[in-house]
């Protein structure tokens, strides 16, 4: 089964993003690109959660997501119940966000993070998998704080 991850950016991120959206389907991974696709001003929540809602729906099986820091895109894709967004620095922050957090969706900021150092925790988070155990019970509780705010 192929994986289909969805990207979004905004015009901070989007040269990144179109270099990781390469990478993954040189990986065999299906991409749902979700915009920007230009340097022209854009707001960063637009994109955080229409990535989100793309992995919260089940349109597709995970999301990444870039801009300047990693920071705001991730904040925005959290407030989409359902989605569990880390911003990840390197190979082991992307590769601890799966194991131990099941995050479902990445941020990686253009202005902090190397092409390459960036493919490598892409390459770390998608190569994978949640560890369950101790960390399912504290997942969890994340999900169960979504059901909550829904209310």
């Known amino acids: 089964?192929?994986?289909?991850?969805?990207?979004?950016?905004?015009?901070?991120?989007?040269?990144?993003?179109?270099?990781?959206?390469a990478h993954l389907v040189a990986r065999g991974v299906e991409v749902v690109d979700l915009g920007t696709n230009g340097h022209d001003r854009v707001d960063y929540p637009d994109f955080g959660a229409a990535v989100g809602r793309a992995v919260a729906t089940g349109e597709v099986d995970l999301g990444l997501c870039v801009c300047g820091s990693g920071i705001g895109i991730a904040i925005a894709a959290n407030k989409v119940p359902g989605v569990r967004a880390a911003t990840v620095h390197d190979h082991t922050s992307a590769r601890l966000a799966r194991e131990h957090n099941d995050a479902n969706v990445i941020c990686i900021g253009e202005r902090l993070t190397g092409v390459e150092v960036a493919k490598d925790a892409l390459d770390a988070w998608l190569d994978a998998e949640f560890q369950g155990g101790r960390h399912a019970?504290?997942?969890?509780?994340?999900?169960?704080?979504?059901?909550?705010l829904a209310d």
Not at 7 to 21: C, S
């Open 1 to 21: 089964m192929t994986v289909r991850v969805a990207l979004g950016a905004d015009h901070a991120g989007v040269d990144l993003k179109d270099l990781l959206g």
């Open 137 to 148: 019970d504290r997942v969890a509780k994340i999900s169960h704080l979504d059901a909550k």
